[in-house]
C-alpha cells in the first residue's frame, strides 16, 4: 500500500445486517415456509454400544399422518458421511456406536406427529460392551469401535502425529528445573441458540437445501454421495445463521442428507429442526485431552526442553478430528522459543459422543497445557508470570516450537502482551491482589472468605488451513450499470460479521461506499467452492480472493478515468455527499474540497461509459496463501496471529465458587477492517473461552450425556460474563487484504487458561482439571490442605 | 379436533385464530400469523430467544398457551419500530453492534425495552440483572449492556 488514506476499510461502520436482525426481518432456516412441507425427527440409539436386531416400525407407521419411515435401507447412494474419513453412517446399519446415531427417521404432517411416531419405533439391540475412556481404549483388549480398521485407524486409535526438534533429552538434561504435569480440558458443547436446521425441496431430480450451515459445499458433497446423483443437481442455499462456532462446520452434513433423502423420494418439502436434547445429545464436541506436559527450564528462566503427550477422545467419528490434532500438534508447546521440543498426540476412537470443530480447533485445550505450565514454573522459579513470557516468546526471525521460521510475522505478541499488562495494571494488581489475600488468611473476623488473582495467557494462533497445502479461495465481483457492486463467495455469514467485513474490502477496493456492496449468501450452484467458513480465514483468505475480483472489476474503470485524466494512475475519493470520484492518484485533494476539484470523474459516468463500451466489469478473485517456500520446505501456518488475555477473579475458599470480574484481551489481527465487529468477536470469544475454563461442563456416563439441556449445561449469563477491555493490535500481514490476519478462533483460544491462571493466583495452587467449578476448585484446594 | 377459537391482538393489529388448546403462543405467532421474528431455541424455556411482550411486560412465548393471552396486548419484534421508526434500543443495539449472528436479539431487545419501562435510568449491573434470563452465545453481552444503557439516555428509551 502506498499510505494513501483508507476509505472504507478500518472503519466501525454498522453491520450490513443490523437492521435485518433488530426488527425480526432476517430470515432464518426455520422462518421458511413451503406449501406442503413435513416434519422429519429421527430415533437416536438407546445404547452406547450395540448391534441392530430389529427395527419395528408398524406402529409407528400406522398413526395418521404419518409419511413414512426411513432407515439405512433407504439410502440410494453412500450410507456414510465424513468431511475426512466416511465413518459416519447416515443411518446406522447393523451397529450403533453411541448415543447419538441415528437408528430411523419418521416423516410426517407435524411436528407434534414426528415426535409421537419417533417414541413408537421399537428396535432390539444386542448390546455389546462399549469403551469410553480413550486411555483404556487403547489398551489391547479393549472393545473396537470400527474393527475393520479400514479408516486407516490401528485398533481404537484413529491416529497419530508427532514431531521432535533438537535434542530432547540432553535438553532435560540441561535443564535446572523440570515441571512436569498433567492436565484435563473437558468437553465444550456449542449451545448456538438457533439448534441446526434445514429444509430440503425436491422434484424427484433435483435437490435443493436450506440450512444453517456454515460449509454449504461440504453439505453438497453429502448430500450428492448420499443419493447417488450428480453435485450438478444439488443446490445448497445458506440461510442467516443462529451461531455456529465449528458445530455448524461439518455437523449438517448429516442432518441434510437425511432430510434432503426425504425430500427426494417423496417430492415434498421436508423440515427438519433440531430439539435442544437432540442437538446436544447428537452433534460434535469439542475435543476432551488428557496432556502431560513436561516443561524444562534454567534458573534463569529460559525454556530448554518441553515434551508433550496429548491423548483425545474422538468419539464414535473422526469429523474434523484429524485436523484438529494437527492444530494442537503444532500448537502444543505454545508461543515460546524452546529448542528442544517433542509432541505426540493420539486421537482415539471411543464409544462417546463425536468430537470435531469448536472455535479455537485444539487451540484452547493446548494451550490450557502450555500456559498453566508457564505459571507453574514461574511460581517454582519465583518469577513474575509475564517476565517468563516475555523472556521466552518466539518472535520475529525466531523459530517457533514445532520449527517454522517466523520470516513473516512475529513483533505482534510482545505487543500484545504488554499493553494488555499496562492497560490491567498487572505489576500493581499482581501485588496488590497478594497482599490481599495473605491478610485474607490470617482474618478470622471477616464474613467472606476471599481470595483475588490476576493471571494471563498467551497463545500464537496458525491463521487459516494448515500446510503444506496452501489454503485457497475464490470470489467474483460484478458492477452493475448503476454502479452497485455484487459479491458471490462461499463464505458464510455466521454472526461473526463476515458479510460486513467482506463488503468493507470490496467497497475500499472498488472505491464507494459500503452500500453500494452486496455479498450473496452462498448459494453452491451459484458461487464458486471458497473452502469452509472456519479457520479464522474468512477475513484474511476469502477476503484476500474477494478484494482480487473487486481489483479486477473495477479495472476497466480505473483504466478509463486514467485516460480522461490523462494520468497512469488514479484513485477514489468519496465526497460528503457519497458521490464517489475518481482523481489522479497523486492529486493532493481532500473529500471535504473534492466539489471544487477540477480533475475528477464521477464513478457513475465511468460505470456508464464502460458499459456503453461495451467492457467488462467483472472480476474473478482467486488467491492462495503463501505455504510453500522456494526451497521445498512449508510453513505449518503462511502466518500467525497473537494474543495475550489477562483475567481478574475472586474466589470463594469455602464454596470453591470463582467470579470472573475483569477480561483485558489483546489480539493482534493484522488490521481491523472493522474495529467494532473485531471487538464484538473479542467480547464474544473471551467470554465463550472464559465458560470454558470455568462453568461449561458436559457430564457424560458410559457414553451417555447427563445434562442434554440448557438448563443443566450451564454457558455463561450476562451476570456471569465480565467486563472486558478489547485491545486491537494490528501488525500488519504482507497477504491478508490490506494487512488483516483471521480474528474469529483467537479471541477464544486464550481465554480458559488465563482464568484459570487468575484462579491459581488467587488460591496460591493450580486448578488442573476443567472447568474451575465450585467442585474442582474446592477439591483442588481441599487435597492440598 | 378440539380446537379453540380464540382472539388475540399482536402489534396493535386483532386476529381470529383457531388452534388446539395446548397451542402456544409461539406457535400461533410464527406458524399461523407469520411473525417469525420471535426465535425459537429450545421450546423449553431455557433460552429467551421467545420473548414477547405481554401487556408491555417479557414473557416466553414458547411457556405460554395462546388461549391464556386472549385480548391481552402482544408486542412483538416486528411491532417495536414505530411506524418505521426504530425504537431507541433497537438503534442503540445497531449503532453498538450488540447483535452478531441475530437470534437472541428479538427476545433481547424487547426483555430490554419491558425493563427501561420500569427502570428508566438504570446501572449497569441492574441491566446485567434484567437480561440474564435471556441467553446470548455471541456477543460476550458487554455491546448488549452498553446499548441498553445508551437507549436509556436518549428520549423516550423507556417507550413501550
Ligand atoms: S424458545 Fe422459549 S425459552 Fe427458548
Ligand atoms: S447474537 Fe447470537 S446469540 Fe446473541
Not at chain 1, 534463569?300 to 473422526?318: H, P
Not at chain 1, 503444532?330 to 493420539?346: E, F, L, Q, R
Not at chain 2, 441492574?126 to 437507549?151: D, F, H, M, P
Request: one cysteine or more; aromatic letters at 6%; hydrophobic letters at 35%.
Amino acid at each position: 500500500m502506498t499510505g494513501e488514506e483508507l476509505l472504507v476499510v478500518g472503519k466501525p461502520l454498522r453491520r450490513v445486517d443490523a437492521l435485518d436482525k433488530v426488527t425480526g426481518q432476517g430470515i432464518y432456516t426455520g422462518d421458511l415456509k413451503f406449501p406442503d412441507m413435513l416434519h422429519a425427527k429421527v430415533k437416536r440409539s438407546e445404547h452406547a454400544h450395540a448391534r441392530i436386531l430389529r427395527i419395528e416400525t408398524s406402529e409407528a407407521e400406522s398413526l395418521p399422518g404419518v409419511i413414512r419411515i426411513f432407515t439405512s435401507k433407504d439410502v440410494p447412494g453412500e450410507n456414510n458421511v465424513g468431511v475426512i474419513v466416511p465413518d459416519q453412517p447416515v443411518f446406522a446399519e447393523d451397529t450403533v456406536r453411541h448415543y447419538g446415531d441415528a437408528v430411523a427417521m419418521v416423516v410426517a404432517e407435524s411436528e407434534d406427529l414426528v415426535r409421537k411416531a419417533v417414541d413408537l419405533i421399537k428396535v432390539d439391540y444386542d448390546v455389546m460392551p462399549g469403551v469410553f475412556d480413550p486411555e483404556e481404549a487403547m489398551l489391547p483388549n479393549s472393545p473396537l469401535v470400527h474393527p475393520d480398521g479400514k479408516y486407516g485407524n490401528e485398533g481404537n486409535v484413529l491416529s497419530k502425529m508427532g514431531y521432535e526438534k533438537g535434542d530432547v533429552e540432553k535438553g532435560f538434561r540441561d535443564a535446572d528445573i523440570i515441571v512436569e504435569e498433567e492436565y484435563r480440558p473437558g468437553y465444550q458443547e456449542h449451545a448456538f441458540i438457533e439448534t441446526e436446521r434445514c429444509i430440503a425441496t425436491s422434484d424427484g431430480r433435483n435437490v435443493t437445501v436450506y440450512g444453517s450451515l456454515q460449509c454449504p459445499f461440504y453439505v453438497r458433497d453429502a448430500v450428492a454421495g448420499a443419493l447417488g446423483i450428480p453435485r450438478a443437481r444439488i443446490r445448497i442455499i445458506q440461510t442467516a445463521i443462529g451461531g455456529a462456532f465449528g458445530g455448524k462446520e461439518d455437523v449438517p452434513s448429516e442432518l441434510c442428507a437425511r432430510a434432503a433423502l426425504a425430500a427426494y423420494i417423496l417430492r415434498r418439502p421436508v423440515r427438519k429442526i433440531r430439539s435442544r436434547e437432540d442437538s446436544i445429545v447428537m452433534h460434535t464436541k469439542r475435543h476432551p485431552m488428557i496432556i502431560r506436559h513436561r516443561l524444562g527450564a534454567t534458573r534463569e528462566g529460559e525454556l530448554v526442553a518441553a515434551r508433550v503427550e496429548i491423548i483425545s477422545d474422538q468419539g464414535a467419528y473422526c469429523s474434523v478430528g484429524k485436523y484438529v490434532q494437527k492444530r494442537a500438534m503444532v500448537h502444543a508447546c505454545g508461543a515460546y522459543d524452546i529448542p528442544n521440543s517433542k509432541v505426540d498426540t493420539s486421537f482415539v476412537y471411543t464409544n462417546n459422543i463425536l468430537t470435531g470443530a469448536f472455535r479455537g480447533f485444539g487451540g484452547p485445550q493446548v494451550a490450557v497445557a502450555s500456559e498453566l505450565q508457564m505459571d507453574e514454573l514461574a511460581r517454582r522459579l519465583g518469577m513474575d508470570p509475564l517476565k517468563l513470557r516475555l523472556k521466552n516468546i518466539v518472535e520475529k526471525g525466531g523459530i517457533t516450537a514445532k520449527g517454522q521460521n517466523l520470516d513473516n510475522c512475529g513483533k505482534g505478541l510482545r505487543e500484545c502482551i504488554e499493553k494488555a499488562a499496562n492497560v490491567s495494571q498487572w505489576d500493581e494488581k499482581r501485588d496488590a491482589y497478594e497482599k490481599f489475600n495473605e491478610k485474607m488468611k490470617h482474618s478470622s473476623t471477616g464474613t467472606l472468605n476471599i481470595r483475588k488473582g490476576i493471571g494471563m495467557s498467551s497463545i500464537m494462533y496458525g491463521v487459516a488451513l494448515g500446510g503444506p497445502t496452501p489454503d485457497s479461495a475464490t470470489s467474483t465481483c460484478q458492477i452493475t450499470e448503476d454502479g452497485s457492486v455484487i459479491i458471490t463467495t462461499g463464505g458464510t455469514e455466521m454472526g461473526q460479521g463476515a458479510k460486513t467485513v467482506l463488503s468493507q474490502i470490496a467497497a475500499e477496493a472498488v472505491g464507494v461506499p459500503l452500500h453500494y456492496v452486496t455479498i450473496l449468501d452462498a448459494d453452491t450452484s451459484i458461487v464458486q467452492n471458497s473452502g469452509p467458513s472456519v479457520a479464522s480465514r474468512i477475513t484474511p483468505v476469502i477476503g484476500e480472493a474477494t478484494r482480487r475480483g473487486a481489483k479486477e472489476a473495477v479495472s476497466e474503470i480505473s483504466n478509463l478515468a486514467c485516460k480522461l485524466l490523462g494520468v497512469n494512475r488514479v484513485r477514489s475519493v468519496i465526497a460528503p455527499d457519497g458521490t464517489p470520484f475518481s482523481v489522479p492518484a497523486d492529486a493532493m485533494v481532500k473529500k471535504a474540497d473534492i466539489d471544487k476539484f477540477p480533475d475528477k470523474v464521477d464513478y457513475h459516468e465511468l460505470v456508464r461509459s464502460c458499459y456503453g463500451e461495451a467492457k467488462l466489469l467483472l472480476g474473478v478473485g482467486f488467491c492462495s496463501t503463501p505455504t510453500l517456500l522456494e526451497n521445498g520446505e512449508y510453513r505449518d501456518y503462511y502466518t500467525y496471529s497473537f494474543a495475550c488475555h489477562i483475567a481478574e477473579v475472586e474466589v470463594d475458599m469455602d464454596t470453591g465458587r470463582v467470579m470472573v470480574k475483569k477480561l483485558t484481551c489483546a489480539n493482534d489481527v493484522g488490521k481491523a477492517i472493522n474495529p467494532q465487529t473485531v471487538e464484538g468477536q473479542i467480547e464474544g470469544g473471551a467470554v465463550q473461552g472464559m465458560g470454558y475454563g470455568l462453568m461449561e461442563e458436559l457430564v457424560t456416563l458410559n457414553g451417555r450425556i447427563l445434562n442434554p439441556s440448557l438448563v443443566d449445561y450451564h454457558i455463561p449469563t450476562s451476570l456471569d460474563a465480565p467486563q472486558i477491555t478489547p485491545l486491537i493490535i494490528e501488525e500488519h500481514d504482507s497477504f491478508g487484504p490490506y494487512g488483516a490476519k483471521g480474528i474469529g478462533e483467537p479471541s477464544l483460544i486464550p481465554t480458559p487458561a488465563a482464568v484459570l491462571n487468575a484462579v491459581g493466583h488467587a488460591i496460591g495452587l493450580a486448578v488442573r482439571k476443567t472447568p474451575a467449578s465450585p467442585e474442582n476448585v474446592w477439591r483442588a484446594i481441599r487435597d492440598h490442605r | 379436533m378440539g380446537d379453540r377459537s380464540i382472539k388475540l391482538i399482536v402489534n396493535g393489529y386483532s386476529y381470529n385464530v383457531s388452534v388446539p388448546a395446548e397451542t402456544t403462543l409461539l406457535e400461533v405467532l410464527r406458524e399461523e400469523l407469520q411473525l417469525t421474528g420471535t426465535k425459537f431455541g429450545c421450546d423449553t424455556g431455557e433460552c429467551g430467544a421467545c420473548t414477547v411482550l405481554i401487556d408491555g411486560r417479557p414473557f416466553r412465548s414458547c411457556m405460554t398457551l395462546a388461549v391464556e393471552v386472549e385480548g391481552k396486548r402482544i408486542t412483538t419484534i416486528e411491532g417495536l419500530a414505530n411506524g418505521g421508526e426504530l425504537h431507541p434500543v433497537q438503534k442503540k443495539f445497531v449503532e453498538l453492534q450488540a447483535i452478531q449472528c441475530g437470534f437472541c436479539s428479538p427476545g433481547m431487545i424487547l426483555t430490554a425495552v419491558a425493563f427501561l419501562g420500569e427502570n428508566p435510568k438504570p446501572t449497569r449491573q441492574e441491566v446485567r440483572r434484567a437480561i440474564s434470563g435471556n441467553i446470548c452465545r455471541c456477543t460476550g453481552y458487554q455491546k448488549i449492556v452498553e446499548a441498553v444503557i445508551a437507549a436509556s439516555k436518549i428520549n423516550g428509551g423507556g417507550r413501550k
